[in-house]
């Protein structure tokens, strides 16, 4: 029955979920010391990784979430802190996330699996590593237990397992969440740069017949996908995208050991992105799921060293996937 107790306890003002999520983004800063490394890909398009190595014999890959980046405080800090525990990681920029547009109309989407099994080919022809890990926060979370169950078959034997952090593994129930009044500022954020883009590929490739005053007007994440990734990925609608692209219909499938670390009040997180039954009745799949901390929050208090979230991730490796440094 792999629902793991919890020992996150933060102070007062870090029990409020949107204090919590909004403290990582904005005064948890950190500088980055990575290597980067392009990759050019099957459909002569590219993907930006950035290493921070230490010599290790095995690899933490970490997938951001929404708009996110390499960049993100939640990706460094997170990377700083295997590092120091001697872990190589690798941070992996979605296509248009890295700071530099991609060649293609397509960007990425919550379940674009087939470059994260991209990326894992490429670790494992280039690199040496005897154990790798993925870790993947909000939809790179998604994308990881989509990636673990999808091609639970075809896995290279290297891949160990995998971890989610804050991940909405039911996507349709999840954008109906994100639509309430509770969470008009981050829609705003998210539309904001995702409109921003899909109004330069527009520019790029005038063939892409944009409806630009729908797409400003767009107010839920379902214009957005109405406009661009239902033509461009070539769904049927926006509901066929959040069927397909969900990982709760794989995380039966997944072969490997897992965690899930979902916070209770996080406000991103519908009452189907917690599957206690799954791991109730799991060998493999843990469940985590605090009171507190937000999405991809998890801060307990003011102090500098405020790394909760990095020990789960961590202990997760060292103790149940049994790998070290």
């Keep these: 029955m792999p629902i793991l107790n919890t020992t996150f306890k933060p102070i007062i003002p870090f029990t409020n979920g949107h204090f919590n999520t909004v403290y990582r983004y904005l005064f948890v800063k950190e500088d980055s010391n990575y290597n980067r490394v392009r990759i050019p890909t099957w459909d002569n398009d590219f993907i930006d990784l950035d290493f921070s190595t230490k010599n290790s014999y095995s690899l933490i890959v970490l997938i951001h979430g929404l708009e996110g980046s390499s960049h993100s405080s939640y990706m460094i800090s997170t990377a700083k802190y295997l590092n120091n525990?001697?872990?190589?990681?690798?941070?992996v920029n979605l296509r248009g996330c890295s700071g530099e547009d991609n060649n293609l109309l397509q960007t990425y989407h919550s379940g674009k699996t087939d470059d994260i099994a991209f990326v894992i080919d490429y670790i494992k022809k280039q690199c040496t590593y005897k154990d790798i890990v993925l870790c993947g926060f909000s939809v790179g979370g998604n994308l990881a237990f989509k990636y673990l169950g999808e091609y639970?078959?075809?896995i290279p034997s290297e891949v160990k397992g995998g971890i989610g952090v804050s991940v909405p593994i039911d996507l349709n129930s999840s954008q109906i969440e994100l639509s309430k009044f509770k969470n008009k500022m981050y829609i705003h954020e998210f539309l904001k740069s995702l409109k921003l883009k899909?109004?330069?590929?527009?520019?790029?490739?005038?063939?892409f017949k944009l409806d630009k005053k729908r797409l400003l007007k767009a107010t839920k994440f379902r214009h957005i996908e109405e406009l661009y990734t239902v033509p461009i990925f070539n769904f049927d609608s926006p509901e066929d995208y959040y069927t397909k692209a969900s990982s709760k219909p794989y995380l039966d499938a997944i072969k490997l050991p897992t965690l899930l670390v979902n916070a209770i009040d996080d406000s991103f997180l519908s009452e189907e992105c917690f599957p206690y039954d799954l791991a109730k009745d799991s060998t493999n799949f843990h469940l985590v799921t605090p009171k507190y901390g937000g999405h991809v929050g998890f801060m307990t208090s003011f102090r500098k060293q405020n790394l909760w979230l990095e020990y789960q991730v961590a202990s997760f490796i060292q103790q149940q996937l049994n790998i070290h440094s």
């Design 152 to 154: 639970a078959n075809t």
């Design 85 to 91: 525990l001697g872990y190589d990681t690798v941070c």
């Design 198 to 207: 899909i109004l330069h590929k527009a520019d790029k490739f005038p063939d």
